[in-house]
């Protein structure tokens, strides 16, 4: 079982750089991978990015590449999304979900297969 919790979530301007932070309580974390996920209003929650168990490999949306970084700490139990050059389109609850299965070879960017989630942390862009 992982517990998850989000934080960094504000309002920043279109441009701009934010930093989110995931924070796990569980002694598995640092054996799955961690995707980050994110609802707009009236919207159906997207997948944004993930990271594997060890860090090596990330994958992201085609909407986010280039532009946010997925990492993580597993000594800090932490998974990070930097945030750059912050768009309107951006606005959105952004999620963390962390996979059932450890050390999973491919990384996946759907929800099915990741039942760990956290509450959320809002993220507004003004433009």
């Known amino acids: 079982q992982v517990q998850l919790a989000e934080s960094g979530g504000t309002l920043a301007q279109a441009g701009g750089s934010l930093r989110l932070s995931c924070v796990a309580d569980?002694?598995?974390?640092?054996?799955?991978?961690v995707a980050w996920f994110r609802q707009a209003p009236d919207e159906e929650r997207e997948f944004v990015a993930a990271?594997?168990?060890?860090?090596?490999?990330?994958t992201y949306a085609d909407s986010v590449s280039g532009r946010f970084t997925i990492s993580r700490d597993n000594a800090e139990n932490t998974v990070y999304l930097r945030m750059n050059s912050l768009k309107s389109e951006d606005t959105a609850i952004y999620y963390c979900?962390?996979?059932?299965?450890?050390?999973?070879?491919?990384?996946?960017?759907?929800?099915?297969?990741?039942?760990?989630w956290g509450q959320g942390t809002q993220v507004t862009v003004s433009s």
């Open positions: 979900a962390a996979d059932l299965r450890a050390y999973r070879a491919s990384l996946m960017r759907t929800s099915e297969y990741y039942p760990y």
């Open positions: 569980g002694r598995s974390f640092s054996s799955v991978a």
């Open positions: 990271v594997n168990w060890n860090g090596a490999k990330t």
